[in-house]
């Protein structure tokens, strides 16, 4: 019988043993990859992702330890906020996969204040429970750090799209500045939330169709 199968695998011995391994080391630095040169947090989206986090919690849930599409890059805070925390809906998890679900789908952005919370979804006439759980959980509305860098990436990447209605950039310098002063993944919010409805953001959108879709041919490429 199976230390997993007797009860008797200590979880985390396992993984420290593990992690400690040249094919941990790269499957970090591939994650990295995967979330461009920012190195962004799948949770918070701070440019702080640092270590291998497990969607499903490894304690609970053993037999994903070693599971690829189980593996996120996160940030130390994340991490340690999340801990083996794990809402579910009978065995419907109700945290946001970034894997396999867009964030901006069920989060929204509020640039005066900096929070991230639980996007309304009209069609439903609610909240969206993974943006309710998601930002529960990980206290994505609470942190103060988070909303102070939240406050700043959006005013560089307002500040870009206002220069260039003005005339002050050209769309070559924009699509370069929608991308490198993105350290939160907000054009995310601009293309697929409630953003693109934000000034300056709904002005290149409706007058500058082909600087917005460069843009967002840029934001894709990510």
Request: glycine letters at 6%; charged letters at 25%; a neutral charge.
């Amino acid at each position: 019988m199976s230390l997993l199968a007797s009860g008797q695998l200590n979880i985390d011995s396992q993984w420290k043993s593990a992690r400690q391994t040249k094919n941990m080391d790269e499957v970090l630095v591939f994650l990295k990859v995967m979330a461009g040169g920012s190195e962004r947090c799948m949770y918070c989206m701070d440019s702080h992702g640092s270590d291998i986090e497990h969607f499903f919690p490894k304690a609970d849930y053993p037999r994903y330890m070693f599971k690829w599409k189980n593996y996120l890059l996160c940030c130390s805070e994340c991490g340690r906020i999340k801990g083996s925390r794990f809402p579910l809906a009978g065995n419907r998890p109700l945290l946001i996969n970034p894997i396999v679900m867009n964030p901006w789908s069920h989060l929204d952005f509020d640039p005066t204040t900096g929070a991230i919370s639980a996007k309304y979804l009209n069609h439903k006439n609610d909240f969206s429970i993974y943006g309710v759980n998601t930002v529960e959980t990980l206290k994505l509305d609470s942190r103060e750090y988070l909303r102070d860098q939240y406050r700043k990436t959006f005013t560089r990447i307002r500040k870009a799209f206002t220069d260039f209605v003005h005339g002050l950039i050209d769309r070559n310098e924009l699509v370069r500045s929608s991308v490198d002063l993105d350290d939160h993944y907000l054009m995310g919010w601009v293309f697929d939330g409630t953003g693109q409805n934000v000034v300056p953001f709904i002005t290149v959108r409706d007058d500058y169709p082909v600087a917005w879709d460069m843009c967002y041919e840029a934001f894709k490429m990510r």
